[in-house]
């Protein structure tokens, strides 16, 4: 019997804990198959942020660090520094990349740090139980931003995968999703690339995942994922909108 | 025997922390630490170092606690404002047992303050400055020769209990130029089995901070704790000075307890029977400095509003007995305003 359907064995025994239709599930297998298919593993150190993925550490058989909130491309900058041979992957939410640690992702691309960043935009805090996050679409109702998100007090949702692009130091940056088969096969493809890109030494890469959050949007996972493709997409085009290989 | 130079207190620290192998430094300016940064990055092409000027002191923290993660020597220096920025980062190393050597040159606070000698950074060093239990072992040198002789001392404290050190310094020991003894070069272990390296021929290494439910997360404080005694019950260091015969006893750590040197060489000239203490880890406190001395009265001194002298009454029979004088602002006594002092309670 042919096996056309398994488990990376990247990953662990232990269950993933996140909400059934999270998008992070679907962007951790990938990373784990890339991993697998590349013989990466001896070679791989991710670090994990605060939010929902906090507890990935457990299901990978990778070396695994979580950072504080925010700080993840701090400390990816100290070991890949230290290290410069090995994959280090930074693994993002959209409040702790766009919000407490803007600073920290900003000046890694400044600086050109050499290692790879997986971001996760649901547009919304998914562990601290669904708040507006800089992401957040304009009148999108969170907890916190409950008549919906002005943008007279708030501002507009911010663009990452765009603004980042336009530092010097960026290499790759790319938009994807895993809303639909064709698109994890792209997202796969495109956070491929990047690991690729950091294993030649090049400068940052970065991958923006646009990753339904039904939990924290309160509806049901179809339902999330059609949001997702109708509303999502129209403020956050996918896309590749740096990538020097491409323009040569 | 090591090589014997003429040097500044921060070029000294920078100097020594290279020959101890620590090859990485990450940091943003602020005076007077600057040449710390300064001296790394001058070295950084013969030396063979990593410098990077980090963006925040926020960021500098995270990255040291990133290369203390791979197992190799790291390093920050700042000064009061950086070193509130760092406490987060401070928290999180503890917790993650980050074997980092972070420099905290002190100037006077609160806020910006101004940036001459100050010890009000005592509180925030030793009691933690960030939030949870956890403890910073804490080193205070008094000469230039000493904070070469504590930098070589922390690096091997950090790894030998994964914990991170704090060299607190102070702008008078910092800027002040002294001859001194340089340390021998050595090449460091980099090889543990708890690093981030890469899972190759080991099972994969985790590190994290992330407690998973109140169980698991006692358990993990109660290891904490149990190093901690550990570190308190074998790392006091203090230097007493002819404690044996006096009748008061100044205690003065830093940059203070020189001019408490000067102070008690004059009383002593005098007739006076005066001692010093002067504690050199401030965590753990030395209160094993203090054991048997029941009849003394005790005289501390500080350039705050009264910081250390808590430690010291902690570590005393009788509270009672424990006077305090200090200075702040980047006002420093000189060693006749202590000398008063000393004669005003001789007199009680
Ligand atoms: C300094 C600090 N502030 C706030 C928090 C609380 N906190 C934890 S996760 C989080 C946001 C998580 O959202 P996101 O980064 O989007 O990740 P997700 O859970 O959606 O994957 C916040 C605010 C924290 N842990 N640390
Ligand atoms: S709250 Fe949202 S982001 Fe978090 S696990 Fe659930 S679905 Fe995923």
């Known amino acids: 019997m042919k096996v056309i359907y398994k488990r990376p064995p990247v990953l662990t025994e232990a269950y993933f804990k996140y909400c059934g239709g999270c998008g992070h599930g ?155 088969p064709q698109n994890i096969l792209a997202t796969k493809r495109a956070i491929k690339k990047a690991f690729e890109y950091q294993m030649e030494g090049k400068g940052l890469s970065f991958v923006e995942v646009l990753s339904p959050c039904p939990t924290g949007w309160k509806m049901k996972p179809t339902k999330a994922l059609e949001w997702l493709g109708a509303e999502m997409m129209k403020i956050y085009p996918l896309g590749v909108f740096k990538n020097p290989e491409v323009a040569k | 025997m090591g090589e014997k130079v003429f040097m500044q207190g921060n070029a000294a620290l920078a100097e020594s922390a290279i020959r101890a192998g620590c090859r990485f430094f990450f940091g943003y300016p602020i005076t007077p630490s600057s040449e710390l940064p300064e001296y790394y990055a001058a070295k950084a092409p013969q030396e063979n170092l990593v410098f990077v000027q980090a963006e925040t002191e ?17 390093m920050t220096g700042t000064s009061g404002p950086g070193f509130s920025l760092g406490m987060e980062a401070m928290s999180y190393m503890s917790a993650a047992g980050l074997p980092a050597v972070v420099v905290n040159v002190m100037r006077p606070g609160p806020a910006d303050g101004d940036i001459l000698a100050a010890q009000g950074d005592y509180f925030q060093a030793v009691k933690g400055g960030g939030h949870g239990d956890y403890n910073i072992i804490v080193l205070a040198p ?23 050190v704090v060299i607190l310094s102070d702008a008078m020991l910092a800027k002040m130029m002294e001859s001194l003894e340089l340390p021998e070069r050595i090449t460091p272990n980099e090889n543990y089995d708890w690093t981030m ?55 003065a750590f830093g940059s203070v307890a020189r001019i408490a040197l000067g102070a008690m060489k004059k009383a002593r000239a005098e007739g ?19 054991v048997g001395l029941d009849q003394q009265d005790f005289f501390v001194t500080e350039l705050n509003a009264g910081q250390m002298v808590e430690d010291v009454k902690l570590s005393v029979k009788d509270k009672e007995r424990v006077s305090f004088y200090g200075r702040m602002g980047g006002m420093t006594p000189t060693p006749n305003e202590l000398y008063e002092k000393l004669c005003e309670l001789y007199r009680k």
Request: charged content about 20%; glycine content about 8%.
């Open chain 1, 26 to 180: 679907i962007v951790n297998k990938l990373i784990a198959e890339i991993i697998e298919e590349k013989n990466w593993l001896e070679k791989t150190i991710i670090v994990w942020p605060i939010g929902c993925s906090v507890y990935a550490d457990q299901y990978f058989n990778t070396d695994s660090i979580c950072a504080l909130h925010g700080r993840a491309p701090a400390l990816g900058t100290g070991i890949k520094r230290a290290l410069p041979e090995n994959l280090v992957i930074v693994y993002q939410g959209d409040g702790d990349l766009v919000s407490e640690g803007f600073s920290e992702i900003m000046h890694s691309a400044i600086r050109g740090e050499k290692f790879s960043v997986v971001f996760i935009n649901n547009a919304i805090y998914g562990m601290t139980g669904g708040q507006m996050a800089p992401t957040t679409l304009l009148d999108q109702k969170t907890t916190t931003s409950p008549y919906g998100r002005k943008e007279e007090e708030s501002g507009a949702p911010v663009n990452m995968a765009e603004l980042i692009s336009q530092i010097k130091g960026c290499y790759y940056s790319e938009r994807v999703a895993v809303n639909t």
């Open chain 2, 58 to 74: 926020v960021a500098a923290f995270n990255m040291i606690a990133g290369v203390a993660s791979t197992g190799k020597r790291v």
């Open chain 2, 142 to 164: 008094y000469s230039v020769q000493e904070t070469a002789d504590l930098t070589v001392k922390a690096f091997e404290l950090a790894f030998k209990y994964r914990n991170p």
């Open chain 2, 272 to 290: 006076m029977k005066v001692g010093i203490i002067r504690p050199i880890t401030l965590w753990p406190f030395p209160q094993k400095a203090f």
């Open chain 2, 197 to 251: 390296t890469g899972a190759k021929g080991r099972k994969h290494n985790v590190i994290t901070t992330c407690g998973d439910g109140p169980i698991q997360w006692e358990n993990y404080n109660l290891a904490l704790q149990k190093k901690y005694k550990k570190i308190a019950d074998n790392e006091q260091r203090w230097e007493s000075y002819q404690v044996e015969d006096a009748e008061i006893i100044m205690v």
